[in-house]
């Protein structure tokens, strides 16, 4: 089917060329549409003028009055902005120009005229600029209404709202008790700069023990040393519930000892104590420590907490219990249901029920449903729902001025603008559209909009568009020249990119699989090969082959352990063999459930359970965990 889809698309977009009159102008107009822009960047203001003049018919004529508009913004007239978005309301760009006005305005603190445009918005910077304009016209109770909430919050703000917050600061409105709600709230995200900045606000009895509570939380073996805590007011039980809380993910033991002699000095509620109790059990279970008597079970916290230690652990009755104890919503999710069969089949040996839950998972496209296809002998399903795309229909979606306008952006090269015409239409379209919009998105070239807009659309079943074959030559020959299944390679890419060559992430990683120039500098080096420039890592051939050089060097490092290479592509070497050192013989399926990082955690069964499907559809399907992979070695 992917293989009469790829031929048939290729086909049309072939038909799609031809070399008409008409489509011939559209590559002039494309042509002629960089030009203007380059005219505009370069400051050529006349020859923008008239390179424009001659694409008032092109799809994306109203992006030229965008980008011209944009580098004049502080120049611009209030009716050629307002005008340009009550002209082109569909226009994403148009409230990006909007709001970027309105920020000029609060710039240059040209408050009545910000004042009579403002519009109702989440954006924190024009939320002060608004204030400030209240507190400028001279509207100074109105403007104070909404700071102490816009103030409260975990992480720093704009600079642009610190005018506001002196004045109301100066005016007497910021509380001692609202800065250590703040001090608590940005301990919680562990934001410890603000925590340390917050610290100038307090005076009075709330300055040491909001100092006391940023030390716990830096250092919180402090809160053991009972001595130093030993006033009990509600300040105090706050720093002491804190200072629990981190060393008990420490230092378990520690943290219990000196929880009995608080608990017995201190005026607790009984909700704290609840709360702390079941805090130091399940530290005390990640320990290997499970009660004897086992407390009644308050709210799905607890029984989260003490199965998931169970399962680490592998204390397989303790696990068959708590798994029990949890909510229905959470028992009957995949995650739960697999470990349940786990505890219960090893428990009980030979288990019907254990049994049935595995062949219910094992029904199901997904990571655990992989896991549990394998632990009974099952070929995993893929569950692929055949669809024959209407080529037509496709093309006819050409139509909708956003979806020209998205095809044309790609065209040109302006992927941002592009992704955001698609984002602001999938919603709006009906389940046939968007289904045709990821075939569009294919047809065009642009795998990984394809791939976004099926997951948007929850075209989970349509694996043509969620798991296209592409790049199919690289990826054969860097896995015949690296030895790296072919499979594995491209779940990697799957994950990383999405396909998109182009890909670039914050952290400099570009490319299919996301490499870091300084890592393919270093890798090129050691498998002697070309070193690549940055902008060599975005052509698919060079990219993928370094990466197949790097993946083999992990292969090699680990043992073939796929998982274990995964988490080293994801989160480094050094990381893995510190979560690997003490885990020798561990199951491999509990060593990924335990990963301390939660995005390479999600990361390895993703690219675990991608590998399984490019497996099946490539026609070379490896177990789902290889024998040698069973175990952490």
Known sequence: ?????????????????????????????????????????????????????????????????YHELQSRLSSAKPEEIVNFRAVHPDLPVARNLYWGWLK????????????DHYETTNDTTLRCYRMRALYGTGRRAEAFTDVGELWMVDTSLPKVCDPLFEVWINAGNLTDSMV???????????????????????KRKYKPWAQSLYNVHVNPALIAR?????????????????????????????????????????????????????????????????????PAVTGAGLAQGMAQAAVARR??????????????????????????????????????????????????????????????????RLNHSQHTPNLVQ????????????????????????????????????????????????LQMGWTSQGIRIANEAQLFDNLDLRFPLVYQEVFSRTSAITTVPHSFLIAIARQE????????????ARGLMQLLPSTAAMV??????????????????????????????????????RPLVAAAYNAGQRRVDQWIKDASGTPIDVWIETIPFQETRNYVKNVLAFAQVYGQLLGSPLPMLQVHEATVP
């Open 1 to 65: 089917m992917l293989t009469v889809l790829s031929g048939t698309l290729a086909l049309a977009a072939t038909q799609a060329w031809a070399a008409t009159a008409t489509e011939r102008s559209l590559y002039q107009q494309r042509g002629a549409y960089k030009t203007a822009l380059g005219h505009l960047r370069a400051g050529r203001s006349n020859s923008f003028r008239k390179a424009k003049a001659q694409l008032v018919d092109y799809t994306l004529y109203p992006y030229l009055e």
């Open 104 to 115: 000029r305005l609060g710039q240059r603190r040209d408050w009545r005229r910000f004042l």
């Open 180 to 202: 250590w709600k703040r001090l608590e709230l940005t301990l919680a995200a562990n934001q410890r700069q603000l925590a340390r900045y917050l610290q100038r606000f307090f």
């Open 226 to 294: 009972t001595n130093r805590y030993a006033t009990d007011n509600e300040l105090s039980r706050t720093v002491i519930g804190h200072g629990l809380r981190r060393l008990a993910t420490k230092d378990p033991i520690a943290a219990d000892n000196a929880w009995q002699k608080y608990r017995e000095s201190h005026g607790f509620s009984e909700a704290e104590r609840l709360a702390l109790d079941q805090t130091i059990l399940i530290a005390r279970a990640n320990l290997g420590t499970f009660p004897v008597d086992r």
């Open 315 to 380: 204390n397989w009755p303790e696990a068959y219990y708590w798994i029990g104890q949890l909510p229905e919503d959470d028992l009957s999710s995949n995650r739960w249901q697999y470990w349940f069969a786990r505890a219960l089949a090893t428990t009980h040996p030979g288990s019907e029920r254990a049994n049935l839950a595995y062949r219910a998972l094992a029904e199901k496209r997904n990571y655990y449903g992989f896991l549990a296809a394998e632990r009974i002998g099952r070929q995993a």
């Open 394 to 441: 496709v093309n006819q979606l050409r139509r909708i001025p956003a979806v020209n306008r998205a095809v044309e952006l790609y065209a040109v090269g302006d992927l941002v603008n592009a992704r955001r015409e698609w984002n602001r239409l999938i919603p709006e379209m009906d389940p046939a559209n968007q289904t045709h919009a990821a075939y569009l998105a």
């Open 497 to 508: 990119s999405a396909f998109d060559a182009r890909a670039r992430s914050s952290a400099n």
């Open 524 to 561: 090129a080096r050691r498998s002697s090969l070309r070193t690549p420039s940055a902008t060599d890592l975005y052509n698919p051939a060079v990219n993928v082959e370094i990466s197949g050089h790097y993946l083999a060097r992990l292969m090699t490092r680990y043992g073939n352990r």
